[in-house]
């Protein structure tokens, strides 16, 4: 007789309860909703104009009309920082959703099918996961030029296989489950038990991976426009931001510490919501405190 | 004068009380059982001996070991306490051994720690314990993994850790439920001989009713954290003064009704498995010799006719299992052929499965892992309703799995929980109830009760006693427990090493077994009758 005592599974209430009871995740969240916010008002308002250049406004350090100063240009930092959260949040959601949306299917059917498909996916995602991803933006830049669209599919692709190996191994947990078993014996096929029973079993696992390469998405973002890879001029962004501020970091420190802080700030709130719902969701990883 | 003296014992975890004044004495040299069903707290009661309680847990009374006031100990005294003069066997023999070290340095690790020997004192000892508890060096070396061992060497390992320092007092926490009935015999044999070597103290706790009265001279019986009766075993169990008591003996030997039993020969086989044979790959021993497969199960025949009860019985890893797969068409045999209702199923596509595959369905182990916990009961249990050459319309499924719920014994209103609402017992019941919703011809059970309480156990087997009865349901009953086919079955098989080496009238068998693995098996499996009497001749 092996006794196998499954947690029991917590209640909305119960998840909800023990969310507010987490530190991390509740900063984590703050953070993050606030990074929205910004990016969500800086649709329809910002201070001043991002477009326009007033060249007599130009490298002006913080003060009450300009929070966070200009740049080299006159253009208002805090203005460029809410256009370039949004930028930043559609490029990494949007990465994330190509790496989620091919790379769980992938996996979970490497997972169903074992043997030599198993062997042959895994082995062009290693291929694909070895790749630097600044390499393969290049390459894609090469070909369909620089331009925000492309650094998404970068960036996506460089998601796909991460996402395929965590969906894999979640699935390769549950399948010699007895239930999995209880479910081919009722006669359903790998497609319909991969949908049903494997995949809403590995959703926290693979929820709690997508806030982790949101962030990454974010860096990895503000590293290709850095370099001229990403969103073009005049749409800002905080790597271009950091480009521009590179030359002049002694006469305006200003315009390179705002939108470093940016990134920080939401990589940081990001992963400390991953980590959040990574301990409210799963019993093994929660700590005692 | 006892050795262990535990006094108006209670324990709290947080605000819920697990003990309440539990009362227990051992003397040297005596065996005392520790009888429960699960969550009465027997557990609980070795950990405050141990002093291994959980966090949050306060214990109020006295235990008094060899004159020590352990309630009230320093963690230091505990610790040298530990393994020296009380001493631990645990249940799951797969998780009490650290895999990454030899069981030689499991062994000497306590040895060296307590009476601080070097190395090679610590390993000459070891290698004597090990030695004693059947494990010689020959041919268990200290230098082997515990993955090296099976299941009752490792519990043997386990022992050996356990009483490498000759402890005053053994506890064994269910020391043999994870052991199939005749490794279980043997380790029961080898407890029994060291408390007599040693005089040594032996607190046995267990489930098994059978297995306590084999082997206690006195036994206490937990209930809800409150001791129910305590005493000698013979007079206790003879006497059954306690309405407890004999509730628990009577599930123990609990056999269903059965108004009509099923008479062989009497229709066409609803099953026949021809021939089968199933091999595993081996490992490769050597570089220039192809690997040896490993013959799970070799060349076995057998027929289940409609509405017969059969059992299948054996010792773990004998392959009841794997037959049952590939029965199942969950595994495919390498030979043979298996026919259900004439048509064979194997060799054929999944798409030509699903007539059979709606008329044979699944009851197994473990109530835990055979469901989704995600899901919800309506959906878990019409899972096999998509089998159907109509499929139901969503009203028409719900009304399928609550008909199928009642049938069970559980309520519609359940349909809306999820599967870790409900008890291990019911959760069997939930089981049953999806192998039953397409109204099948033959269920496949393999060990359905081996994980559940006896009371609980006597239900579920009034239930599929009454299945069988009522819908003409065969079964095919895998198990390593004799009393389950005795209660069940009307045809017994006995497989070893893959084959089937017997059959017949489940009496017959299980009473006058004529092959000798089937002999081994009989002698070894606990029957709570044969204990008693046994226990009357001794205790007088």
């Given at each position: 007789m092996t006794m196998r005592v499954d947690l029991p599974e917590d209640t909305l209430a119960g998840v909800l309860a023990k969310a507010f009871g987490n530190r991390s995740f509740l900063i984590g969240l703050v953070i993050t909703l606030l990074i929205v916010a910004v990016a969500l008002v800086s649709f329809v308002w910002?201070?001043?104009?991002?477009?326009?250049?007033v060249i007599a406004d130009?490298?002006?350090?913080?003060?009450?009309?300009?929070w966070f100063g200009t740049d080299h240009f006159g253009r208002d930092i805090l203005s460029m920082i809410m256009v370039g959260a949004r930028n930043s949040i559609a490029v990494a959601l949007v990465a994330v959703g190509i790496g989620m949306g091919i790379g769980v299917p992938l996996g979970a059917f490497a997972a169903a099918r074992g043997g030599l498909v198993d062997e042959a996916l895994m082995r062009v995602n290693d291929l694909v996961f070895a790749f630097p991803a600044l390499l393969s933006a290049i390459m894609i830049t090469a070909i369909f030029g620089p331009g925000a669209v492309n650094a998404i599919i970068a960036i996506g692709i460089f998601n796909i296989p991460v996402f395929a190996r965590v969906a894999r191994a979640g699935a390769l947990a549950i399948w010699p489950r007895e239930f999995i078993l209880a479910a081919r014996a009722a006669g359903k096929g790998m497609m319909r038990i991969s949908v049903e029973h494997i995949l809403p079993n590995i959703a926290t696992l693979l929820l709690v991976q997508g806030t982790i390469q949101f962030a990454l998405g974010i860096l990895a973002e503000a590293g290709l426009s850095y370099v001229g890879l990403g969103a073009q001029p005049p749409m800002p962004s905080w790597g271009r931001m950091l480009f521009d501020a590179q030359t002049r970091m002694v006469m305006a420190p200003w315009m390179a510490i705002f939108p470093g802080m940016a990134i920080v700030v939401t990589v940081l709130g990001l992963n400390l919501l991953g980590d959040g719902i990574a301990d409210i969701l799963d019993p093994k990883s929660r700590r005692r405190r | 004068m006892s050795l262990l003296k535990i006094e108006n014992l209670s324990l709290t975890i947080g605000a819920t009380p697990?003990?309440?004044?539990v009362e227990l004495t051992i003397a040297p040299g005596e065996v005392v059982g520790l009888v429960g069903e699960s969550g009465s707290g027997k557990s609980m009661t070795a950990l405050t001996i141990m002093r291994l309680?959980?966090?949050?847990a306060r214990a109020e009374g006295r235990v008094t070991f060899d004159g020590i006031d352990i309630l009230a100990a320093s963690e230091d005294q505990m610790c040298a306490l530990r393994g020296d003069d009380i001493g631990m066997v645990f249940q799951e023999p797969m998780t009490a051994l650290?895999?990454?070290?030899?069981i030689g340095e499991q062994v000497a690790e306590g040895i060296r720690w307590h009476i601080k020997a070097g190395r090679a004192e610590a390993e000459d000892r070891a290698r004597k314990i090990l030695d004693r508890v059947g494990l010689p060096e020959a041919k268990f070396?200290?230098?082997?993994?515990?993955?090296?061992?099976?299941g009752g060497q490792r519990q043997r390992v386990v022992i050996a850790i356990a009483c490498a320092l000759k402890p005053k007092l053994l506890i064994a926490d269910e020391?043999?439920?994870?052991?199939d009935v005749v490794l279980q015999a043997q380790i029961l044999d080898l407890l029994r001989d060291l408390v007599s070597e040693n005089r040594m103290g032996l607190l046995l706790i267990s489930h098994d009713l059978a297995v306590v009265t084999e082997m206690a001279d006195r036994l206490t019986i937990l209930r809800h954290g409150e001791v129910m009766e305590a005493g000698d075993t013979a007079r206790t169990l003879s006497e059954q003064q306690h309405p407890y008591t004999r509730d628990l003996a009577l599930a123990s030997m609990h056999v269903p009704a059965r108004p009509k039993p099923h008479l062989a020969g009497?229709?066409?086989?609803?099953l026949e498995v021809e021939n089968v044979g199933r091999d595993y790959p081996g490992r490769r021993i050597s570089l220039f010799r192809p690997a040896q497969p490993i013959?799970?199960?070799?060349?076995v025949s057998l027929t289940i006719e409609p509405a017969q009860s059969v059992a299948l019985v054996g010792r773990s890893g004998c392959g009841k299992s794997t037959l049952a797969r590939m029965i199942l068409a969950l595994d495919k045999p390498t030979a043979g052929t298996i026919r259900f209702r004439g048509e064979a199923?194997?060799?054929?596509p999944e798409s030509a499965l699903r007539p059979a595959r709606r008329d044979m369905q699944v009851v197994f182990q473990d109530p835990y892992g055979?469901?989704?916990?995600?899901?919800?009961v309506e959906k878990l249990v019409a899972e096999?309703?998509?089998?159907?050459e109509k499929q139901p319309a969503k009203a028409e499924s719900r009304e399928m799995v609550a008909h199928a719920l009642n049938e069970v014994?559980?309520?519609?209103?359940?349909?809306?929980?999820?599967?870790?609402?409900?008890?291990g017992g019911q959760r069997q019941r939930l089981s049953i109830a999806r192998a039953i919703i397409t109204r099948p011809k033959l269920v496949v059970a393999d060990?359905?009760?081996?994980?559940?309480?006896v009371s609980i156990r006597a239900q579920i087997l009034d239930l599929f006693a009454e299945l069988n009865q009522k819908l003409g349901i065969a079964y095919l009953f895998i198990t390593h427990d004799l009393t389950v086919a005795r209660a069940m079955a009307d045809e017994v098989m006995v497989m070893h090493e893959g084959k089937i080496v017997e059959r017949g009238r489940a009496a017959d068998v299980l009473d006058r077994p004529r092959s000798e693995p089937a002999q081994a098996l009989v002698a070894a499996a606990p029957d709570l009758h044969r204990a008693i009497a046994r226990k009357m001749q001794e205790q007088g």
């Open positions: 910002t201070p001043y104009d991002v477009t326009r250049l130009k490298t002006q350090a913080p003060s009450a009309t300009h | 697990i003990l309440r004044g309680l959980p966090h949050l650290n895999p990454v070290k030899t070396p200290l230098s082997r993994y515990p993955h090296e061992l099976s020391p043999t439920t994870a052991l009497s229709a066409k086989p609803l013959r799970a199960v070799d060349d199923i194997t060799g054929r055979s469901f989704d916990p995600r899901q919800k096999p309703l998509h089998l159907l014994g559980l309520g519609s209103r359940d349909m809306d929980k999820y599967p870790h609402e409900f008890s060990e359905p009760v081996s994980a559940l309480d």
